[in-house]
């Protein structure tokens, strides 16, 4: 079995890499704050002391960091994975980063005999801490073939979808999905309170129905009860939204629902709410209306 490595057990990173120690890979892990490892050690895992160590351990290393510059550093940076990876490593960046820099990265990795692929994720804390993920592939079909044993242990949905830089382009387009939906389940469980329904009942009434979507199904009851804590933070969503707005205007696209929904974030962000929940954009619907959706 490949030896895998893993860096960065934030809300994603953790389940993933969970799920790949149960799945029986031997796998060493790696975060900036080091507690953060503790619940993986005793678990079985491998604690690494850098970047560059995780990687003079793995065969396959993991990343799931934060934004663009966060995968730089620890691939490039003082004891990044370039350090310590041996020729014929194989990176996964399961970030969501912007993909013309993905190309960049796997070019430099090429370079040094290390292929990558970008294979960012969908599904929530929750998919990542049952192996459920949505996971989009881009890079060589013989890397993905290679990948393919280690991500079955993360994911359901494992889908490659092109060369390097198209997973994290799939990526994009998933997240118009995920915002316009939350807008829609915030604008209809509105329209519900206003109307005097009980707003458990109207969401068992209609989410298997065809306006059914994820986010109305797993973050609806999250906001009638009033829980914002984060499956995926305002801020880190923000991230992805401008993402998605720069590769709107280099392709001149007009995205107006997305645009829409990163300018109602922002609202949310000025108010120092960046830490919560992105299903939290239903307190943006409810200070317009001047109504609370609890039930
Ligand atoms: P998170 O809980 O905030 O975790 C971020 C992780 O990145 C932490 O382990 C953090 O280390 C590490 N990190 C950030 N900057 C770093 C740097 N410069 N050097 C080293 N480590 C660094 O975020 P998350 O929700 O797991 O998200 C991680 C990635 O997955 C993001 O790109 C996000 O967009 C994507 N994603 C998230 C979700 C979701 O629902 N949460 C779903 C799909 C995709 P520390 O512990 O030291 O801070």
Redo the contacts with the bound molecule.
Sequence with gaps: MERVGV????????GMAANILKAGFPTTVW???AS?MTPLVEAGAAAATS?ADVARHSDIILT????T??VE??LFGEDGVVHGAASGALVID????SPNATREFAEKLAGRGIAMLDA??????E??ERGT?SVMVGGEAASFERALPMLNAIGKTITHVGPSGSGQST?LVNQILCVANMLAASEALLLAKASGLDLERTLQAVGGGAGGSWMLNNRGPQVIKRDFR????ID?QQ??LRLVLEAADELGLPLTLTSMCHGMYNVLQRQGLGEEGNHALARAVEQLAGIVIEG
């Design positions: 860096i960065g057990l934030g809300i994603m990173g953790r975060n900036r704050t953060r970047p799931c960091v934060s934004d510059p966060d550093q620890v399961s970030s969501t980063i960012p994720v969908s599904g929530g804390s998919g990542a993920l990526k984060p499956g995926f933070t880190l991230k992805d």
